[in-house]
């Protein structure tokens, strides 16, 4: 049989460390903090050799990768994960000629102090959640590229929220309703069109517009809210260049209570799980 290796080439590479984890503890007196995160790390650039010859000379062990997260974050602290991002990008990319680019992902596990009445423990923390904050920095030969963003922030609205006026056909059996429980687990990421950001205070204001903006919304579909939230993002927010949401319809279905001779007064629904309708969309200035 006739060997492919002289009609084959690489077309994209990449190699790295994922699933770092990363567990920070500031003591301050006897008030700690708390950065917990997971990173992955990256590689681009003109490592083909390593895959064609097996030549690692230029090959940074993903080892190496872990170890460096852990040092610079002695060294410099985690601070914002933007932040922590760029330092590390900035590293790599100083130190590795064959280097083009590389990726840091972040995922912030946010902690809070617990409540003691009207003041907080110092040292004694609740995980938030399923709510996570997460970040992306491309460094290059040029530059930095910062994105930030939520996963998971499930919200729900019990109503102005619609669904009516689409189109049916032989198979379409949903009812039109004009008043509906309106739920979902947003995932939302946005673009700087800077690297140097007050990342934290954007971060809060995004996520208060956005929550905003879905509470205040006359909703006639999941489309028509997610794009006044991310508008409001847009309008409000000068360095956030685009932002793009996705949006799954975690269904509640009324439950038929006149089959056990009760009322319907849309207060009694299940919740499903699957499936249900994705909605994705991206706005950009």
Known sequence: MPSISSKASLSRTSY??????????????????????????????????????????DVLPTDTMKNTVYALAARDG????EAFGTILGKHFISRNPKLARVHVDLIDHGWSHIADGAREHGQAFV?????????????????VAVTAGITDLIIMKTSRSAFADFPRDEFTTLPETRD?????????????????????????TVRSSLLDAFARHDSLSVQHTLYAMAEVVLE??????????????????????????????????????????????????
């Open 236 to 285: 409000t927010i000068d360095v956030v260049n685009s932002i793009s949401l996705e949006m799954p319809n975690r269904h509640h279905l009324p439950v038929d209570l006149t089959r056990f001779g009760m009322e319907n007064r849309n207060e009694i629904f299940v919740a499903t799980e699957e499936p249900f309708g994705l909605i994705k969309a991206t706005l950009s200035r």
């Open 78 to 81: 985690t601070g914002e994960p």
């Open 127 to 143: 995980r938030r959640g399923p709510e996570v904050r997460t970040a992306r920095v491309v460094t290059d030969r040029k530059g």
């Open 180 to 204: 509906r429980l309106l739920a979902t687990a947003l995932t939302a990421v946005w673009s700087y069109s800077e690297s140097e950001v007050e990342f934290g205070a954007v971060f809060r």
């Open 16 to 57: 790295g460390k994922s699933r770092i984890r990363l567990v920070q503890v500031l003591r301050r007196g006897d008030r700690h903090e708390v950065r917990d995160l997971t990173v992955a790390i990256a590689f681009e650039g003109d490592y083909d050799t390593s895959y064609t010859e097996g030549d690692n000379r």
